[in-house]
Structure formats: structure tokens, C-alpha cells
């Protein structure tokens, strides 16, 4: 009886130690794949720096005085707009000025704060801060035509030659904030809702840009949002960053307005990759650039050198972006080092 209750603990506790074993095993196991699981997401990360190329204005000079928007085409000539100038610059491609057109007043080719710059094939697309509609000029900086967009534009995308997408200052409470898309001659062909009319006033302010294949890509400038919109009008995904709880606020005249930027501007290059601008809340405001996959994946941050309200990436993949206050613009190339 002895040897068999003998016999019987033995055999107990060799199953008991096979359990411990196995169990061991198993969160060796366990252990493993989590750390390739890590190896592979750190794979994945991108360490980004910049190598500057090409410096366009100074202090010594008066090529810029005020830039405020970039845009370069296929022939790799910069075209930007000079708030201060009241004007459209042409550089080439090694930081030559080429011609200039614009003077203060409300007329044709005329300006009084020129913002955005954005080009299609044949032709330059410039807003006005302070004039409604959008001013069309050839590739040479001459005058066509404006397109009556009777709305103020917040942000504008050139689509193609036929086609614009305008993001606005909604002041209407009672409907969605949209996207609309506006043909040569100023009609509206089809609208993309982003946020519901619950959304404060201004608080639905967003940067835009369209990939390739005619999805949207959004960077609130006053909540920590990111978005991805199919052509459909489907959101595809949503993405904050910064860990914002809550933008503080200040009156203007009668106006409760947002006084903080979470971003400022956004780019994408031919990777797929979308670069974002921080403003405020960001570590080092507006100089901290967020690289998100076209999946919304955080890849990569990198600080540009200089504070900057906007950034600009072009067919080739040159970032641009400003420094001294406007006085320069800068181009760097783009170096991806896998980590």
C-alpha cells in the first residue's frame, strides 16, 4: 500500500513538473513572438533627416519679403506668393528669381493679401486672404481669368484643370462641414461632408490634400485629428497625435474662437507617406513634422530647423518650407534611414 501511495505521488509530481514545463514553454514562447512582434514594428519606424538643398531669400536681399505660399511644377521652377509684395514669384531651379507679377489693389492680377498657390498642368491657382475667388495665371504669370468662389477660403486643392476642392470658414451651424468642389467656372460639382453641425465655430478648420487615386486627407488646425477619406465620401480612418483634451478658447468681438493650432499644414509624396505640420501644442511648435503611413501608422517626427506656418512637398519629393519669418524659403531633400 505504501509503495503504490508512493508510486502514485511520484507520478503526480512528474505531471505536476511537466505542467510547470510546459507552462514555462509556453510564455517563453509568448515572450519571443512579443519581442519580433516589437523587432518588426521598430523595422517599420522611419528615422528622417533633412539635408538642405537650395536656401531662396535673406536678410541682405529683397527676393522674399513675406512668403506664404509654395508650389513647384515638373519643369522644377518655385512658384510662391509674397503677402508684403502683393505679388507671384517665379525661382528657378537654383534659387534664381525669374519674373514677378502682382501689385496692391482689387483688379485683375491684383492682390491685397495673396495666400494659397496651387497649380494644375497648364495654370497657377492664387486666393486672396481678403478677396473672395480664386485668380488663374498661366504658367508664365499671365493673367487668364478669376473663378467666383463667393465663399472665404480657408484652404484650396487643385485637383486637375477642370476641378478645385475648397475647404471654408463655415459660419452656418445648421449644416455639415463640407469640402466643395468647384469647376473653371465657379459651380459647385459635388460637396464631401467631414464633421457634423454640432462642431463650434472654426473648430472644424482643416487643411487638405488629395492623393492620386482622389482620396482626402484632413489636418484639423484646432482639434488632434487626422483623417482619411475615400472618394466615396467614407472615412477611412481618424488619427490624433498630440493628446489634446481640449482647445483653449478666447472672445473675439461677439466670437468664441480657438487660440491654439494642433496642425498647420499637410503634405503628401509619392511613397504614400503624409506629412504633418504641428503647431502649438507640439513639442517644439511649429517646427515638429509627423509622418504618418497611408494606413494613419505614426512612422516617424522629425524638427524642421526653423519655425514654419506651412510645409510643401513636390514631385520629386523636396520638402520646402520657410524660415526668418517668411523672409527665406527652404528646400531639403528627404533622407529615410529604416530603424
Known amino acids: 500500500m505504501k509503495l503504490l501511495r508512493k508510486r502514485s505521488l511520484n507520478t503526480f509530481t512528474r505531471a505536476r ?7 514555462f514553454e509556453a510564455l517563453l514562447l509568448i515572450g519571443v513572438l512579443c519581442s519580433l512582434v516589437v523587432f518588426m514594428w521598430g523595422k517599420d519606424r522611419l528615422k528622417i533627416s533633412l539635408e538642405e538643398v537650395l536656401s531662396i531669400g535673406s536678410l541682405d536681399d529683397d527676393d522674399l519679403f513675406m512668403l506664404v505660399g509654395i508650389v513647384a511644377d515638373s519643369s522644377k521652377r518655385i512658384y510662391v506668393t509674397d503677402a508684403m509684395d502683393y505679388s507671384i514669384k517665379i525661382f528657378d531651379e537654383r534659387g534664381n528669381l525669374v519674373k514677378k507679377t502682382g501689385r496692391k489693389g482689387r483688379g485683375p492680377g491684383e492682390f491685397l493679401a495673396p495666400r494659397f498657390i496651387d497649380s494644375s498642368e497648364h495654370f497657377l491657382y492664387v486666393s486672396d486672404q481678403n478677396i473672395f475667388g480664386i485668380q488663374v495665371f498661366d504658367k508664365d504669370l499671365t493673367y487668364k481669368n478669376k473663378i467666383p468662389i463667393l465663399i472665404p477660403v480657408s484652404d484650396f486643392k487643385v485637383i486637375s484643370d477642370s476641378e478645385i476642392a475648397v475647404s471654408t470658414l463655415s459660419m452656418d451651424f445648421t449644416k455639415g462641414r463640407k469640402i466643395f468642389i468647384y469647376n473653371s467656372k465657379g459651380e459647385i460639382t459635388r460637396e464631401i461632408e467631414y464633421a457634423d453641425k454640432k462642431t463650434p465655430l472654426m473648430m472644424d478648420t482643416v487643411e487638405i490634400q488629395f492623393d492620386p487615386q482622389g482620396y482626402l486627407y484632413l489636418a484639423y488646425c484646432h482639434q488632434d485629428k487626422i483623417e482619411k477619406i475615400n ?8 488619427k490624433g497625435l498630440l493628446d489634446i483634451k481640449k482647445v483653449k478658447k478666447k472672445k473675439v468681438h461677439n466670437f468664441l474662437l480657438p487660440s491654439g493650432f494642433a496642425y498647420k499644414d499637410i503634405a503628401l509624396n509619392s511613397k504614400g507617406h503624409v506629412f504633418v505640420l504641428g503647431g502649438s501644442f507640439s513639442k517644439n511648435p511649429s517646427q515638429d513634422v509627423y509622418v504618418l503611413s497611408s494606413e494613419g501608422k505614426l512612422l516617424a517626427t522629425f524638427t524642421l530647423p526653423d519655425w514654419s506656418h506651412c510645409i510643401y512637398i513636390d514631385g520629386q519629393d523636396y520638402l520646402y518650407s520657410r524660415a526668418n519669418e517668411g523672409v527665406t524659403l527652404k528646400k531639403y ?7
Open 17 to 23: 513538473r511537466r505542467g510547470i514545463i510546459r507552462l
Open 231 to 238: 472618394p466615396e465620401g467614407k472615412k477611412i480612418w481618424s
Open 333 to 339: 531633400k528627404v533622407n529615410y534611414i529604416n530603424r
